[in-house]
């Protein structure tokens, strides 16, 4: 196993006030998409950007669920930005869509949703952008800034239109962790992080579509979280109610070894 993070991340409890909010805001996301179940896309896809945007201008005024991650100039872009566990799946699919240029890859959202889609990389490319420049940081004590071009998870969602029941999203992804190609690196998040403004399907990094060695063709970023939340080479998105049914049942390959879950900075 390579770049095996060699220390789980510390652990905080959440201020009661976090827990009230946390709660608040997931309540207020599930009456949403309860009562958007018959909307169409057009009524339904601006209530939740505006979530996201409450949280965002909650952050702003100091409350913690709905926190910006800090964002850099340009000139504070790190020279050098090591890819750390897999940098080339060991998956002969995925090989021949890197021979292919990706062009026959596509994302599969399914699960918890009214719309389950494939998204190509075009289809995620014709998508309203976000470009954003942050600090990635790993527990394995190393940090580089980076900028990265993506499409909201939010906007995606929006498409989908996770059921009333859906509270968690899952990333599964290309490279198997074991030696026999079993083991799917995954992760997951709650639906607050998901309609987060800076939670995005990144496909480019630094200006440059997204290189190999760290994930492409689309990778998560979730820039309140640390290093191993970020799950590259994506392949598919399923929405959930638990996640105690996948692999080890954590909700992370690393949360299934004894990583904290909540990796909040
Ligand atoms: N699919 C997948 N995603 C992954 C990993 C991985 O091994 N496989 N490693 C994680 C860890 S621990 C870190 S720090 C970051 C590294 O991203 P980078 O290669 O762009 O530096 O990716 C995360 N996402
Ligand atoms: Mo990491």
């Given at each position: 196993?390579?770049?095996?993070?060699?220390?789980?991340?510390?652990?905080?409890?959440?201020?009661?006030?976090?827990?009230?909010?946390?709660?608040?805001?997931s309540?207020?996301g599930a009456a949403m998409l309860a009562g958007c179940d018959r909307l169409?896309?057009?009524?339904w896809?601006?209530?939740l950007?505006?979530?996201?945007?409450?949280?965002?201008?909650?952050?702003?005024?100091?409350?913690?669920?709905?926190?910006?991650?800090?964002?850099?100039?340009?000139?504070?872009?790190?020279?050098?930005?090591?890819?750390?566990?897999?940098?080339?799946?060991?998956?002969?699919?995925?090989?021949?869509?890197?021979?292919?240029?990706?062009?026959?890859?596509?994302l599969e959202v399914d699960g918890l949703v009214e719309q389950p889609s494939r998204?190509?990389?075009?289809?995620?490319?014709?998508?309203?952008?976000?470009?954003?420049?942050?600090?990635?940081?790993?527990?394995?004590?190393?940090?580089?800034?980076?900028?990265?071009?993506?499409?909201?998870l939010a906007?995606v969602l929006a498409h989908v239109r996770p059921r009333a029941d859906a509270r968690y999203v899952v990333f599964h992804?290309?490279?198997?962790?074991?030696?026999?190609?079993?083991?799917?690196?995954y992760?997951s998040i709650d639906l607050e992080e998901a309609v987060?403004?800076?939670?995005?399907?990144?496909?480019?990094?630094?200006?440059?579509?997204?290189?190999?060695?760290?994930?492409?063709?689309?990778?998560?970023?979730?820039?309140?979280?640390?290093?191993?939340?970020?799950?590259?080479?994506?392949?598919r998105i399923e929405l959930v109610a638990s996640f105690a049914h996948i692999?080890?049942?954590?909700g992370?390959?690393?949360?299934?070894?004894?990583?904290?879950?909540?990796?909040?900075?």
């Amino acid at each position: 196993m390579i770049g095996a993070p060699d220390r789980p991340p510390g652990s905080r409890a959440p201020s009661a006030r976090r827990v009230l909010l946390a709660r608040a805001v997931s309540a207020l996301g599930a009456a949403m998409l309860a009562g958007c179940d018959r909307l169409s896309r057009s009524e339904w896809l601006p209530p939740l950007l505006a979530l996201g945007e409450k949280l965002s201008s909650a952050a702003q005024r100091g409350l913690a669920p709905g926190a910006l991650a800090q964002e850099f100039s340009v000139a504070e872009i790190s020279p050098l930005f090591r890819s750390n566990g897999t940098s080339d799946p060991d998956n002969p699919d995925y090989q021949a869509m890197v021979d292919n240029r990706f062009e026959n890859w596509a994302l599969e959202v399914d699960g918890l949703v009214e719309q389950p889609s494939r998204f190509s990389l075009s289809a995620l490319r014709a998508l309203p952008a976000r470009t954003q420049i942050t600090r990635h940081d790993c527990v394995e004590g190393w940090s580089a800034i980076a900028q990265w071009t993506g499409v909201p998870l939010a906007q995606v969602l929006a498409h989908v239109r996770p059921r009333a029941d859906a509270r968690y999203v899952v990333f599964h992804c290309a490279d198997p962790m074991e030696p026999d190609g079993t083991g799917f690196y995954y992760e997951s998040i709650d639906l607050e992080e998901a309609v987060h403004p800076q939670t995005l399907l990144a496909y480019e990094m630094n200006g440059e579509r997204l290189p190999v060695a760290h994930g492409a063709p689309l990778r998560l970023r979730v820039e309140r979280q640390l290093g191993y939340k970020h799950a590259k080479y994506l392949m598919r998105i399923e929405l959930v109610a638990s996640f105690a049914h996948i692999a080890g049942g954590r909700g992370g390959y690393w949360e299934d070894l004894g990583y904290q879950w909540h990796a909040g900075l």
